[in-house]
């Protein structure tokens, strides 16, 4: 009882500072039951939304039509049925002459059963089925200004646009954007003559049985039925579809839930160091108290209460944050899961967040806290202080710097739902933070080193203050450098992507591929290039198989060995020169040799366990073909040109299915566009990837994470602020003496003012210096190591962050400080007195 | 008469970089309840450490201090914090009130430790005694220097201590106020009937106290008190 009454005296006086700390941890917390109830509705949506993954209960895939034994089999399921032909073609806007890869799917049967296509206006997504209408997404309307009502070009045939297309049940805006869709009547797909011999095309038969059936079931039967009469099938049921979908969003999860643990962790090792210079200055009192009776425990449960309290009131504020932000969630991740996520606060999460925020507090503050229990009181009759710690004190040290770090675990451990991971995410976070802190150290160190001793006094003295006894300078600099890194890091990478895309279509470099160009239209599509004085860099032959048996043993009796390599589809070409890009690296060319020989790809072969020598049996859409592996060759796949896996000798697959692929260069996007445009109206079948596409698409999609790790490092800059704020006001009545004797010894407002001011840009600069350093570091690894590209950092963005960074410091340390230049020297002096 | 402290061959040393300091040496006497004595010497001989160790702030080096017949080297710290509670009362130099605590919570802080209730009635009470009667919610920042050891010897007194030890209390004052605060301090120590052990440079002072302990680097050079008293 009397700790308690003690815990509220003795706060007085540093309440409103202590409650500057609580937000630390507030920002923390308010990121983590933000995210946890996104994973919570995000889990829950999915389950809801399960059928409406697939639109239907069970859908039977294959890139080859039906043969009559999967008909009958369809036949025979009942239920409600529909169809589905989907293939990549080019579509063309003849209002704007506008064209542009689309995914076009061909639909019969009332599609999607679950769930619902959402079209502006609504009723164009049942409608447009009933005539030459289509539905077109939304994104590819606006990039060419068309509107309903106007017509668009698929193949052969003239569509009225129906409506805009909004959102198709199990799929994501960030694929719509890739392959804009645009859904057709079936009756007009044969007219508009896409499907062709060679192009690839996925049909699709969809089902939803309303009675109770096992549809886990009947999806292994069917692929049993037909896997001799229909060998390519894949059956995928809501189920399937609901654990995929699962997995991402547990990645999603975990991606997001980092953000919160790092700002949850900031905010923890912010109170500890509050606490930390909080304790400094009540160890006289306490010393007071232990001389007039009170124990070390009594002492300590004081404060410890005092911290506690702290944490409740921090974690609340957070919690009732944390439903704000939680509102506006939703919008962020949308891009990336189908369906739309419906989120409301739950009293659960709150309370989970108040308790982990508490407990955190707690767990963070106890160390610097222990310090009271181990205060003598001999501190109260002489300045001196016994800094020895006793034995028992150094276990408990150690025990309460265990008990946090095995906290820091277990909320990891929550947020990443696995050990492995919550180990990873914590040891993974502690290296970060420390590699941010060494960094800081060494630059801090450097500064010190390399003291510019000629400068001015005030200069001096201002940098002298990031040094002064229990400054935050480390804390800052590791807070705001570690949101400055996330940022830095990210846009350094994306930076990287980027560039290294449009160089690749730089000088001479070919920059469209044209592709589905069917044999007799080779010399047609050829001229039509050749008349838009655009040279013809390269016309192949592509023929698509799939491996039969390796060495005379099928495919099926070989298990998993090889894997993807094993089932993938490999679209091949024949010739008898080596390209560009190629190297040969084993064996000998096949150039002319009348042998039937192919030569894989030095990488695939490995995978395949098959050297020079071997015979492989392919699968060209049924037929067998064994030939001998010739050479193997190495591959630069970084261009924008066909490369290929396999590559035969001429002789052997002349007479297969095939299409071809043409490649070009265009200088300006004017001149492509065109001659997609020329091409659409007479070829419609052939379609074209450019460079712009793959730059706008690409572009798109790194700033859309770009906007989640935005996210994330708000957070963490959020918290370096407020522990900036937080210092500035814990040292604010040393300042304010300290400036009240600097001016009692002559110095001048202004001069005291400057002093801060250096303090604050320094401090700044150091911390932003230390994350774009960082950010380099990340960058170039993102760079060299996940996207495989050239490192090529923003430089002008990042002298921007260095800009920034220091500015944003010095306002908000000046803020802090406004005041300390202006109270009267003499009312300090003698409080101090 | 009983002894209420008993310090018998007590020896501090500090470890200064790598050699022993000696600060207290073999230093021993018998203080009898009720009585008033004053601990003089110049500044540098121990007088703070010597009180600090009979209060059991701080650990012994070698020799025994029993406190009202316990000896504390037996004690932990908490346990002597326990004793503290019971049985002694503290007078600082620098007064040494709580910040944070108002006067008259400072004055009922040892009340409080001992689980006593009305304990904010008594202390304003004592207050009131002291001639702050009027000042029960300021806290120390508002009060000066006089005030604020009038408001230490209220909390020194309030739980009646077997024994009061003060380090120069009037050593922060000037000489008027420190005269009224002295004068104070002994009417207390006469109403409660409390041992006094005080330290001071002030030969008056030690001059109204019945015995004065001399000490001279660390070592009783004069003790007045009767050699059946001595031991
Ligand atoms: N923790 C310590 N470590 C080392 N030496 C110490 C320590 N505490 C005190 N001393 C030394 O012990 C000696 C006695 O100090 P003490 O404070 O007891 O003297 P004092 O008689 O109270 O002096 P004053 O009249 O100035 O208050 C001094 O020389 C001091 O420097
Ligand atoms: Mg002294």
Redesign the pocket.
Known sequence: MWVLRMAWRDSRGFRQRLLLYTSAIAIGIAALTALRGLSHAMEEGVAQQASELLGADLEVESDLPFSATAEALFDSLGGRRARMVETLSMVLLPESGGTRLSEVRAIRGNWPFYGELRSDPPTAALSFRQGREALVDNGLLLQYEAEVGDSIKVGRVTFRIAGRLLGIPGETAVRTDVRPPVLIPYEYLAQTELVQYGSRIEYKALFRFDDDRDVQDLAERIKERLSRSDPDIDVDTARDRQQRLGRTIRNLDRFLGLGGFIALLLGAVGVASAIHAYVEQKLESVAVLRSLGATGGQALRIYLLQAGVLGLIGSTAGAIAGAAVLLTLPALIADFLPGTVRVSPSLGTALEGISIGTSIALLFAARPLLAVRSASPLLAI?A?Y?SGLRAGDRVWRGLVVVLAAGGAYLLARLLAGRPDHALFFTAGTAVALMLLALSAHLLRGSVRRFFPRSLSYVTRQGLANLYRPHNQTLLLMVSLGLGTFLVATLYTAQNSVLAHISQLGGEAQPNVVLFDIQSDQTEGVRQLVQQMEMPVLQLVPVVSMHIGAIGGVPVDSLGDQGGWALRREYRSTYRSELADSEALVGGTWHGDTVQAAVSLEAGVAQRLGVSVGDSLTFDVQGMPLTVVVGSLRSVDWQRIMPNFLCVFSPGVLEAAPQFHVLVTRGDSPEARALLQRRLVEKYPNVSAIDLDLILRTVDDILDRVAALVRFMALFSVATGVVVLIASVSASRFQRVRESALLRTLGASQQQVQRMLLVEYAALGTLAGLTGLLLALGGGWGLARFVFEVTFAPAWDWLAGALLVVPLLTILVGLFGSRGVARVPPLEVLRRAG | MTDVLDVRDLTRT?R?GDRD?T?LQSVTFRIAAGTTSAIV??????????LGLCAGLDRTSAGTVILDGRPLEHLSEDERALLRRELVGFVFQNFQLIPTLSAVENVAVPLELRGESGARERAAELLDRVGLGDRLDHYPVQLSGGEQQRVGLARAFIHRPKILFAD?PTGNLDADTGAAVEDLLFELNRETGTTLVL?T?DIDLAGRCGRMIR?RA?AVVEDTAAPAERD
């Open positions: 002489r001196s016994e | 500090y200064s300091l600060v010497g110049p500044s540098g001989s121990g007088k703070t450490t010597l120069e330290v440079h000490l660390g």
